[in-house]
């Protein structure tokens, strides 16, 4: 995604994009994050950011999920749930 196709559409269009899987959620969240820093010094709209956390958090959650695939694929679900 580029800085064009991101502000050419509102969230509900990037919504749209991501469930179409033209995007990924990943590919959004780096473009808003390069936006918000190219455009705060000049708006001075964000006290703080979060940004290093976000990423983290997302590799964080994608290894959770791909752990959660695997075992579901090793187990019997009803082994899972007792």
Do not use: W
Not at 1 to 6: A, E, L, Q, T, V
Request: proline share 2%; charged share 20%.
């Amino acid at each position: 995604m580029n800085f064009s196709d991101y502000a050419d559409h509102d969230a509900v269009g990037i919504a749209r994009l991501i469930k179409a899987k033209e995007v990924s959620a990943e590919e959004v969240t780096e473009m808003a994050i390069h936006v918000a820093e190219r455009m705060n010094p000049k708006l001075n709209a964000l006290v703080m950011t979060n940004f290093d956390n976000a990423q983290v958090l997302r590799f964080i959650l994608r290894m959770l999920i791909s752990s959660l695939l695997i075992c579901r694929q090793h187990f019997p679900v009803r082994f899972l749930m007792g």
